[in-house]
């Protein structure tokens, strides 16, 4: 008996340690050892790259692992995946499954839940699945559309080199670094008379102040003005011009009848007329009222 105490030994330590390797691949897979997780079924046509252990997320949180895929020979080559969800969570009916991949090439599948969580759906039902495109799928998608655009990006570069070697180009980039050195040079002018009007600026506020001051005592003499008694000078200034005008208006007086009375004028007219001729006269016979002796004689 004792001859065989180490052979059992052995043995005993060599299925203790198949036991561990067992569970420990398992763990190492993902798979949640004696645990009571529901399973779910989904059928793919194509699982690109899915396996066993690959996790199962939801919004984002993994829930489960893929524990094995099953290839179903006699059914046209449908794959079964089976899911191992922890059973705290629920998934409603309508729900979808995709396989997902990242530009690293990671697969995992993605549960999108139906609408209704209050019809939820049970352990051992099968869930619709299918592949998720993804960046790769999309970048695909735009393939055809890039080949569409590829003859027109090659006549826009055709383009854009005819207009590069354009010598007019070259001439308008002078011109265009010509405006830069003269703009540069009407900042610098500008940032001068910036200078000089800030150097300007206090004797100017200053200036301002005093017509301010000014202004203000305007108004200050403006308002202590007795303008009352001002305009009642002012209506018997008026008043007076009104009598004056009254007195040039009417008969009475000297002014008036010169003003208006005709005879005056005409008997004035009348006078310088005869005066007239009285100065045309003595101009002419100067002899009929002058008389000139050199020697005191009289004239008879």
Same mark, same amino acid.
């Given at each position: 008996m004792r001859k065989y105490a180490k052979e059992i030994q052995i043995a005993l330590v060599a299925v203790i340690g198949i036991v @561990?390797?067992?569970?420990? $691949?398992?763990? /190492?897979?993902?798979?949640?050892?004696?645990?009571? &997780?529901?399973?779910?079924y989904v059928k793919f046509d194509d699982i690109s790259g899915l396996?066993?252990?690959s996790p199962i997320y939801a919004n984002g949180y993994r829930i489960g692992v893929v524990? %094995?895929? #099953?290839? +179903?020979?006699e059914n046209?080559?449908? #794959?079964?995946?089976? $899911?191992? #969800?922890?059973?705290?969570?629920? #998934?409603?009916?309508?729900?979808?499954?995709?396989?997902?991949? &990242? *530009?690293?090439?990671?697969?995992? *599948?993605?549960? !999108?839940f139906g609408p209704d969580f209050d019809d939820i759906m049970e352990p051992g039902d099968t869930i619709n699945g299918g592949l998720q495109k993804g960046a790769l799928g999309k970048v695909e998608n735009l393939v055809?559309? /890039?080949?569409?655009? *590829?003859?027109?990006? +090659?006549?826009?570069?055709? =383009?854009? =080199? !005819?207009?590069?070697?354009?010598?007019?180009? %070259? =001439?308008?980039?002078d011109h265009i670094e010509q405006m830069t050195a003269d703009f540069t040079k009407v900042s610098k002018d500008l940032t001068a008379i910036s200078a000089a009007l800030n150097q300007k600026l206090p004797g100017m506020l200053a200036t301002a102040d005093?017509?301010?001051?000014? @202004? +203000?005592?305007?108004?200050?003499?403006?308002?202590?003005? +007795?303008?009352?008694?001002?305009?009642? %000078?002012? &209506?018997?200034?008026?008043? =007076?011009? !009104?009598? $004056?005008t009254d007195k040039l208006n009417s008969k009475e007086g000297t002014v008036g009848r010169f003003l208006t009375d005709p005879s005056i004028y005409n008997n004035l007219n009348s006078t310088a007329a005869h005066l007239d001729s009285l100065i045309i006269d003595l101009k002419a016979h100067p002899g009929r009222y002058v008389h000139v002796s050199l020697f005191g004689k009289k004239q008879k």
């Open positions: @561990v390797l067992y569970f420990g $691949l398992q763990f /190492l897979k993902g798979l949640t050892l004696f645990s009571s &997780d529901n399973h779910y396996s066993a252990s524990e %094995r895929i #099953i290839y +179903d020979y046209n080559g449908e #794959i079964v995946a089976e $899911l191992g #969800i922890d059973n705290k969570m629920h #998934i409603p009916k309508g729900s979808y499954a995709e396989i997902a991949s &990242d *530009l690293l090439g990671n697969i995992k *599948l993605e549960v !999108q055809p559309h /890039l080949e569409k655009a *590829l003859p027109k990006l +090659d006549s826009i570069l055709y =383009n854009v =080199n !005819q207009l590069l070697s354009d010598p007019s180009l %070259r =001439n308008s980039l005093g017509v301010l001051n000014n @202004v +203000d005592t305007l108004t200050h003499n403006l308002n202590t003005l +007795d303008l009352a008694a001002t305009l009642a %000078r002012v &209506d018997a200034t008026l008043q =007076n011009v !009104q009598a $004056l």
